[in-house]
């Protein structure tokens, strides 16, 4: 196993939040046990309506098995990732069964992960674009992985050791995004 000493942690949770990318380059290192259950830890304590917790993740390390994933997508990257988390929602479990909680209770329990790596050093990327592939990538992918037909793939998440450094995407202000007791009301801060 290549293990990279040169991980940059971070501790404090604004700092995560404001530095975390989009990460779409990794270098060639695995990533320890260690930290896995760590990343892995922080989805599993995600909140979820009525704790039913609908969220199941599969940690695909195998490079053909990356490969599927990726495929057909032009983002070739993401087999290039040191490992790729899919995200499934099982609405047996859901809340209700309503099919929303299904996706987005796991998409919470997902930005958890995505934090915790950011912590840890790793870099990650939600990857959606899947969603307009063919049904057969869909069923390919669910025998591969042995997935139950009835499961949704919520979301694939490509994490590794980054190598590269992306300036920030733009964000709307504050004023465009909150308002003060009703909407379109400016928010001031005194
Ligand atoms: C739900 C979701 C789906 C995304 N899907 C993709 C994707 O398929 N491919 C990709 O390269 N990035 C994807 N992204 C990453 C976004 O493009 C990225 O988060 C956004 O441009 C803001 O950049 P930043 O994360 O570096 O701040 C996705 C992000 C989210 C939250």
């Known amino acids: ?29 695995d990533i320890p046990d260690e930290d896995l259950k ?10 979820s309506a009525d704790n039913s917790q609908p ?4 940690i695909v390390k195998d490079q053909k098995t990356k490969e ?11 087999a290039d990732a040191n490992a790729i988390v ?24 997902t930005e958890h992960l995505v934090l915790a790596a950011m912590a ?3 870099g990650t990327c939600w990857i959606a674009n899947y969603e307009s592939r063919p049904q057969e990538w869909v069923h390919e992918v669910k025998k591969t ?6 499961m949704h793939i919520v979301v694939l998440v490509a994490i590794g050791v980054p190598d590269e450094k992306p300036s920030p995407r733009p964000r709307k202000s504050l ?6 007791g009703v909407y379109g009301s400016p928010l001031r801060f005194h």
């Open 145 to 150: 992985l042995q997935i139950p037909e009835h």
């Open 175 to 180: 004023q465009e995004i909150c308002f003060d």
């Open 86 to 109: 899919v995200v499934l929602g099982d609405p047996s479990v859901s809340c209700c069964s309503r099919a929303t909680w299904t996706t987005r209770d796991p998409m919470i329990a």
């Open 120 to 122: 840890l050093g790793y």
């Open 1 to 29: 196993m290549r293990k990279n000493p040169n991980l940059e942690v971070t501790e404090n949770f604004f700092e995560i939040v404001e530095k975390r990318r989009a990460i779409r380059k990794y270098k060639p290192y």
């Open 68 to 78: 599927l994933l990726a495929k057909p997508s032009t983002q070739t990257f993401i």
């Open 55 to 58: 969220w199941r993740f599969i």
């Open 38 to 47: 760590k990343i892995l830890e922080a989805a599993r304590l995600a909140p």
